[in-house]
C-alpha cells in the first residue's frame, strides 16, 4: 500500500508538471499569434497607406500628363527647326539701328526722299518685328522679361529663385497669389509646389455638406478639397477658391518644369506666349475667376 501511494504521489507530479507545460505552451502559443496577428494588421494599413499614396501620385502623374497632351496639341512649334534660340538672342532682338542705318544699311538714309505715311511705316516696322504677335495682335511682349526668359532657358535651373526671370514670377504672380492668412502654411505649398510634392484631392460629397475652417484662409467655408504636402501624412481641407490659385500655380510650374526638362519642344517664342498665358490665369484666378481659359 505504501509503494502504491509513492506511485500516485509520483504520477500526480508528474500530471501537475504536465498541466503546468501545457498552460505555459498555451500561454505561449496565444501571445504568438497576437503579436503575428497585430503584425499583420500594422502591415495591412501600412500596405493601404503606400496604395493610397500611390493612387494619388498616379492621379497625380496623369493630371500632368493630360495637362502636357493639351499643350502640345494646343501650342504648335510655329517656328521652323533652322530658327533657333540664338536667332532670338537678346542681341539680335534688342538691336538698336544707328541714326546712319537705314533699310538698306547706308548711310544718311533717312534722308531718302522716297517718302512714306505713317501707317505704312508703322506696319513695316511691326510686320518685321519679332516681338510683335502677330496671331494675337492684343499681345504687346514685354522687352525685359523677355530678355530674362532668354537668359534663363539657357541653365533653366527652377532653384535658382535670385534669376531674374524667376524673381519676376515670384514676386508679380507666385506671392500675390499665395497670400494667405496662414503665411506659414503658404509658404510650406510654395515650397511643396516648387518641389512637386503636393498633392490635390477633390473630397466626398458628403463630407463636404458643413462648412469647415479653409486650412489658408483660415475662414469658415465649404472645403471641396484637400492637399497634403510634402508627403506628410497631414490633410489640409481648402476652399475652392485656394485651389484654383494653387493649381493655376501648379500649372505655370509644370510648364516650366517640361520646358527644363526637355518634354515640351517649343521654340522661345511659343514658350514665352504660353508663360504668359498661364500667368494671366494666375492672375484672374487670383481676383476670383474660376477655370479662366482664353
Given at each position: 500500500?505504501?509503494?502504491?501511494?509513492?506511485?500516485?504521489?509520483?504520477?500526480?507530479?508528474?500530471?501537475?508538471?504536465?498541466?503546468?507545460?501545457?498552460?505555459?505552451?498555451?500561454?505561449?502559443?496565444?501571445?504568438?499569434?497576437?503579436?503575428?496577428?497585430?503584425?499583420?494588421?500594422?502591415?495591412?494599413?501600412?500596405?493601404?497607406?503606400?496604395?493610397?499614396?500611390?493612387?494619388?501620385?498616379?492621379?497625380?502623374?496623369?493630371?500632368?500628363?493630360?495637362?502636357?497632351?493639351?499643350?502640345?496639341?494646343?501650342?504648335?512649334?510655329?517656328?521652323?527647326?533652322?530658327?533657333?534660340?540664338?536667332?532670338?538672342?537678346?542681341?539680335?532682338?534688342?538691336?538698336?539701328?544707328?541714326?546712319?542705318?537705314?533699310?538698306?544699311?547706308?548711310?544718311?538714309?533717312?534722308?531718302?526722299?522716297?517718302?512714306?505715311?505713317?501707317?505704312?511705316?508703322?506696319?513695316?516696322?511691326?510686320?518685321?518685328?519679332?516681338?510683335?504677335?502677330?496671331?494675337?495682335?492684343?499681345?504687346?511682349?514685354?522687352?525685359?522679361?523677355?530678355?530674362?526668359?532668354?537668359?534663363?532657358?539657357?541653365?533653366?535651373?527652377?532653384?535658382?529663385?535670385?534669376?531674374?526671370?524667376?524673381?519676376?514670377?515670384?514676386?508679380?504672380?507666385?506671392?500675390?497669389?499665395?497670400?494667405?492668412?496662414?503665411?506659414?502654411?503658404?509658404?510650406?505649398?510654395?515650397?511643396?509646389?516648387?518641389?512637386?510634392?503636393?498633392?490635390?484631392?477633390?473630397?466626398?460629397?458628403?463630407?463636404?455638406?458643413?462648412?469647415?475652417?479653409?486650412?489658408?484662409?483660415?475662414?469658415?467655408?465649404?472645403?471641396?478639397?484637400?492637399?497634403?504636402?510634402?508627403?506628410?501624412?497631414?490633410?489640409?481641407?481648402?476652399?475652392?477658391?485656394?485651389?484654383?490659385?494653387?493649381?493655376?500655380?501648379?500649372?505655370?510650374?509644370?510648364?516650366l518644369r517640361y520646358l527644363a526638362q526637355g518634354l515640351v519642344q517649343h521654340g522661345l517664342y511659343d514658350a514665352y506666349v504660353e508663360?504668359?498665358?498661364?500667368?494671366?490665369?494666375?492672375?484672374?484666378?487670383?481676383?476670383?475667376?474660376?477655370?479662366y481659359q482664353a
Amino acid at each position: 500500500l505504501m509503494q502504491w501511494n509513492l506511485k500516485c504521489a509520483k504520477l500526480q507530479k508528474i500530471q501537475e508538471s504536465l498541466d503546468s507545460e501545457i498552460h505555459e505552451l498555451t500561454a505561449s502559443l496565444f501571445q504568438e499569434a497576437y503579436r503575428i496577428v497585430t503584425e499583420a494588421d500594422s502591415k495591412r494599413l501600412y500596405s493601404e497607406k503606400l496604395l493610397t499614396e500611390a493612387r494619388g501620385t498616379v492621379e497625380m502623374l496623369q493630371e500632368e500628363i493630360k495637362a502636357l497632351k493639351l499643350l502640345m496639341g494646343k501650342n504648335e512649334v510655329k517656328v521652323s527647326p533652322s530658327r533657333s534660340l540664338q536667332e532670338f538672342s537678346p542681341s539680335k532682338i534688342f538691336k538698336k539701328p544707328t541714326l546712319f542705318e537705314g533699310k538698306n544699311g547706308g548711310p544718311f538714309c533717312f534722308l531718302n526722299t522716297n517718302k512714306k505715311s505713317p501707317s505704312v511705316v508703322t506696319r513695316s516696322v511691326s510686320e518685321h518685328d519679332p516681338l510683335v504677335d502677330h496671331d494675337h495682335p492684343s499681345l504687346e511682349i514685354d522687352p525685359i522679361c523677355h530678355q530674362e526668359f532668354t537668359i534663363w532657358l539657357e541653365n533653366h535651373d527652377l532653384t535658382d529663385i535670385e534669376h531674374p526671370f524667376l524673381k519676376r514670377i515670384y514676386n508679380e504672380d507666385i506671392y500675390p497669389c499665395l497670400n494667405f492668412t496662414n503665411t506659414k502654411l503658404a509658404s510650406l505649398v510654395c515650397n511643396s509646389i516648387v518641389n512637386n510634392t503636393i498633392i490635390l484631392e477633390n473630397i466626398l460629397a458628403s463630407e463636404n455638406e458643413k462648412a469647415k475652417i479653409c486650412a489658408l484662409t483660415e475662414m469658415p467655408r465649404l472645403c471641396s478639397y484637400r492637399m497634403k504636402i510634402d508627403n506628410a501624412d497631414q490633410w489640409h481641407y481648402i476652399s475652392t477658391f485656394c485651389r484654383n490659385r494653387i493649381a493655376a500655380i501648379c500649372d505655370l510650374f509644370t510648364y516650366l518644369r517640361y520646358l527644363a526638362q526637355g518634354l515640351v519642344q517649343h521654340g522661345l517664342y511659343d514658350a514665352y506666349v504660353e508663360i504668359v498665358r498661364l500667368r494671366r490665369n494666375i492672375a484672374f484666378v487670383r481676383l476670383g475667376y474660376a477655370n479662366y481659359q482664353a
